[in-house]
């Protein structure tokens, strides 16, 4: 069955932790990116990778880590640094570098308590 | 209409009517749009996508329009669902060295009402 998982679902933080957020993909897609959506927002991104162990910054990068260190897989830590973490995270994969539509997973809403 | 970077504007319809929802972006370079429908809790999911050398594509029961010179994007769809009731978002790619990123509207909610 062929797509992208984000791992949890719902995930609850306390204020000075670090978190890790899950994305794997099995569509053998080249870009990978990270999104946050806040209640009646559009998607801002904060990473996006388009190749293995490369990766940049999107527009509200600060207080967000990310990694690739495998095709399938785009973690993105929410940091202490991040003042105000509550949101909807979305994570998307591309075929190659772009002009092709990104596909979306599930999404993991975090709340910071 | 939404436009990137303004509130989320609403549409209500009666089942079985065309809806319009537009779209305006402020890239003049951005030579990919999609559009996306997104429900309550869960990811967006394509729609439908036009490349900037088309100014009309029609999908099932949907059509995307691109107006290049005003910039500006609409997507109609025909004989409207309860179903169909969701947020719909427009996203451009811009191209260039940033080719690959998309950029999105702050969407539309679309209600359908029986």
């Known amino acids: 069955d062929g797509g992208i998982t984000q791992s949890p679902k719902y995930l609850f933080r306390k204020e000075g932790q670090n978190v890790t957020l899950s994305c794997e993909q099995n569509?053998?897609?080249?870009?990978m990116y990270w999104y946050r959506q806040d209640p009646g927002q559009g998607l801002r991104l904060i990473y996006y990778?388009?190749?293995?162990?490369?990766?940049q910054k999107g527009d509200i990068a600060e207080g967000y880590s990310v990694s690739r260190e495998k095709k399938e897989s785009f973690p993105l830590t929410v940091t202490s640094a991040q003042k105000n973490p509550t949101a909807f995270y979305l994570c998307?994969?591309?075929?190659?570098?772009?002009?092709?539509?990104?596909?979306f997973g599930q999404g993991t809403r975090l709340t910071v308590v | 209409g939404e436009s990137v970077g303004l509130h989320l504007p609403t549409l209500s319809v009666q089942e079985g009517d065309n809806s319009i929802i537009n779209c305006a972006y402020s890239n003049s370079a951005s030579d990919y749009f999609i559009w996306y429908k997104q429900e309550s809790g869960k990811g967006p999911q394509f729609i439908i996508d036009?490349?900037?050398?088309?100014d009309k594509r029609q999908g099932q029961r949907v059509t995307v329009l691109l107006n290049k010179t005003v910039k500006h994007l609409s997507l109609q769809i025909a004989a409207t669902q309860p179903g169909d009731s969701a947020v719909y978002f427009c996203a451009e790619d811009s191209g260039g060295t940033s080719y690959g990123k998309l950029t999105f509207g702050q969407g539309t909610i679309l209600t359908v009402h029986p």
């Open positions: 998307a994969t591309q075929v190659g570098r772009g002009g092709t539509e990104a596909f």
């Open positions: 569509l053998n897609h080249d870009a």
């Open positions: 990778s388009q190749i293995v162990n490369d990766f």
């Open positions: 036009i490349r900037s050398n088309m």
